[in-house]
Nanobody, 119 residues
Framework: VQLVESGGGLVQPGGSLRLSCVASGFPFSSYGMRWYRQAPGKERELVAAVTVAGRSTTYLDSMKGRFTISRDNAKNTVYLQMNSLTTEDTAVYYC?????????????WGKGTLVTVSS
């Protein structure tokens, strides 16, 4: 099982980044997908979630209107489009898969990708 995030990097305030997470080794379309983040000295927090078919999404309040989560089940990939970034968005971003139905109770995590927002 692997979840591999990419797309992080250094961006100026007000800029945008698109994170990707490619999954392998498990039935991707049976797993809800989530993005979490952990800023230095802070606890990990849920950023956004998308259901198995991508029809429903959930966001942390501070991300609404700025971040968009989406998935492509044909490519086993989940995305996080981040716009209007601020220094408060600096964190390591993690991709997570949570099983549904017969896969309930199974959770997988990626190793994270660092996003730094700085001028």
């Amino acid at each position: 099982v692997q979840l591999v995030e990419s797309g992080g990097g250094l961006v100026q305030p007000g800029g945008s980044l698109r994170l990707s997470c490619v999954a392998s080794g498990f039935p991707f379309s049976s797993y809800g997908m989530r993005w979490y983040r952990q800023a230095p000295g802070k606890e990990r927090e849920l950023v956004a979630a998308v259901t198995v078919a991508g029809r429903s999404t959930t966001y942390l309040d501070s991300m609404k209107g700025r971040f968009t989560i989406s998935r492509d089940n044909a490519k086993n990939t989940v995305y996080l489009q981040m716009n209007s970034l601020t220094t408060e968005d600096t964190a390591v971003y993690y991709c997570s898969a949570r099983g549904t139905g017969g896969y309930s109770g199974l959770d997988y995590w990626g190793k994270g990708t660092l996003v730094t927002v700085s001028s």
